[in-house]
């Protein structure tokens, strides 16, 4: 499942966020990339291990945690921290599957989905549309600053060259409790059902039926 979440970041985080970066010290991007993404990857890194990245990681999970759709969707076990990524003119990131085991020693955790946050407005740069391939073919995106996507990390996908400007993101990865992507569809359509339910409907037989049904499911599919 794709998945668009709107506004998960609040305008005055975004502008507190790109103050930051603007001051932020870059890195080639090809320094955490795999072999093979090494080879087509092009744009620039936030120095992960510098003060202000920590800042930026809690501003950034603070909002995404907070997010109910963001929850129901990834039903996140770990979470990456997040890489800020810059693309300035000429910068790309050719065809690509993310890496499917991330961090490093006891902190290693599978990739099972993939987070683009987009962090400034599309009218601030040409090109740079993330493209990923799907069962139902390509989509592109370039959403307004604030909004981001899920995709599942095991689609190939690519960043489109900028032509003009700056594109700014943050990208992290989620090792979902669930980790079969057509389960996790699943049971975040029968939460929206339940969600209704319980709101609308909290001492119906059926809503009983649904939430025992989303609880049950969630313990049988879930890994820990
Ligand atoms: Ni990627």
């Known amino acids: 499942m794709l998945l ?3 506004k998960v970041i609040d305008q005055d985080v975004l502008e507190n966020i790109r103050r930051v970066l603007a001051g932020a010290k870059f890195v080639d991007g090809r320094l955490s990339a795999g072999a093979a993404a090494k080879r087509v990857k092009q744009n620039e890194e936030m120095d992960q291990h510098s003060q202000q990245a920590e800042y930026l990681d809690g501003l950034v999970m603070k909002q995404l945690a907070q997010n109910q759709t963001f929850r129901s969707a990834a039903l996140p076990h770990k979470v990456s ?12 990131y050719g065809d690509h599957i993310d890496d ?4 490093t020693g006891g902190e290693r955790f599978r990739t099972d989905i993939a987070v683009t946050l987009f962090l400034n407005e599309p009218d601030r740069y040409d090109g740079g549309e993330l493209v990923i391939n799907t069962t139902f073919g390509q989509k592109k995106l370039k959403l307004p600053a604030g909004d981001a996507v899920l995709y599942p990390a095991s689609s190939l996908h690519h960043v489109a060259e900028v032509t003009d400007g700056e ?4 990208v992290l990865w989620i090792q979902s409790l669930v980790r079969d ?6 049971l975040y359509e029968l939460n929206l059902a339940r969600e ?7 001492d119906a037989e059926e809503t009983a039926h649904i939430d025992h ?12």
């Open 196 to 202: 209704t339910l319980l709101a609308q409907r909290p």
């Open 81 to 92: 921290r997040p890489y800020f990524a810059r693309y300035t003119q000429g910068m790309a």
């Open 167 to 170: 594109r700014l993101v943050a």
């Open 4 to 6: 668009q979440l709107n």
């Open 100 to 103: 499917p085991v991330m961090g």
């Open 213 to 224: 049904t989303y609880v049950n499911l969630m313990r049988m599919w879930s890994e820990v």
């Open 181 to 186: 992507p057509a389960k996790r569809e699943l």
